[in-house]
């Protein structure tokens, strides 16, 4: 299993942050001008007024931000001495050479279990390395790696064992993990050369082709092969299920293409063990081959009491 830095994978281009514009104040403004055009701004903008608003969520926190900023007499000022500098700084020199910044070049990832990400990858690039805390250090490089595994181990639950930088690591996946599905294991990526927290591992799963189910979210479609026999006049016929094999009632006169709900035996929803899919089993009809002269002749008996 390979891991590749995330840096190494994509590099990007940051744009630059008018703060000022942000908040809507002259670059002269004062401390009481930032902090009321902050406070509008964040009533405004504030995620229990704005639920599901993304763009409302994205200027809440431009706005905390630029006020994280410019409320900082230091930060401030580091901020007004880029100016102009920051063409040079995006051609991959350092606005400040004197200094040694965080260029920012690691791309940051996110995940349902990842919401800490409260400044942009700008902001951190110019004070990172500047601004004790938690989020003043540079962290340690991010790892991406794949993991495959069957349907079988999706439906039941699995684990893999990762090896990083010489740990061993449990990597657990929960029944109902479905492809493409994103996992972060925190604090156990690259180290940081400076003190600061190590970087996170993320790791995308991949569920291997099944030879009999096609899964679709949590539901599962297959077909069956059913005989003639029991197609017209009805009967049980077996159906195979991530649980085992079960017997299903066939209706009579049941026509070759008709699909049959199976209710709770698809995959366990994701983190809700108790809660499952359904199967979707689609009526393959088998005619009968090698036919005697004596059912032949049946055949024909019926096609006429049928006219």
């Not at 004062?30 to 639920?51: F, G, M, S």
């Not at 110019?126 to 079988?152: A, H, P, Q």
């Amino acid at each position: 299993m390979s891991f590749l830095c995330v840096h190494d994978l994509e590099c990007f281009i940051m744009e630059f942050k008018d703060y000022y514009k942000i908040l809507g104040v002259s670059k002269t403004a004062t401390t009481e001008d930032i902090k009321k055009a902050y406070r509008k701004l964040a009533v405004k903008y504030h995620p229990d007024k704005n639920q599901g608003n993304k763009a409302a969520e994205e200027k809440f926190k431009e706005a905390n931000e630029a006020n994280d900023v410019l409320s900082d007499p230091e930060k401030r000022k580091k901020y007004d001495e880029l100016g102009d500098n920051w063409k040079s700084y995006q051609g991959g020199g350092n606005p400040f050479p004197n200094q040694g910044f965080n260029t920012g070049s690691r791309q940051r990832y996110s995940s349902r279990e990842d919401d800490d990400d409260r400044f942009s990858d700008f902001f951190e690039a110019i004070f990172g390395n500047r601004f004790g805390g938690g989020r003043g250090r540079s962290k340690g490089d991010d790892y991406k790696t794949n993991v495959t595994i069957s349907l079988e181990e999706a439906y039941m639950g699995t684990a893999r064992l990762l090896e990083v930088n010489g740990e061993k690591l449990q990597m657990k996946f929960k029944p109902g993990t479905a492809d493409q599905h994103n996992l972060r294991i925190k604090g156990k990526g690259g180290p940081a050369s400076n003190g600061g927290e190590r970087g996170d591992i993320y790791v995308t799963v991949h569920i291997s082709p099944h030879g009999y189910f096609e899964r679709k979210g949590d539901d599962l479609y297959c077909e069956i092969a059913v005989d003639l026999y029991t197609a017209i006049l009805g009967g049980k016929t077996t159906v195979n299920t991530l649980k085992g094999p079960i017997q299903i009632n066939i209706p009579k006169e049941t026509e070759n293409g008709k699909v049959l709900r199976l209710k709770g035996l698809g995959m366990p929803v994701y983190a809700n063990a108790n809660d499952f899919g359904d199967i979707y089993a689609k009526v393959k009809l088998v005619l009968p081959k090698n036919l005697s002269k004596e059912e032949i002749d049946l055949f024909q008996q019926l096609k006429n009491k049928r006219k």
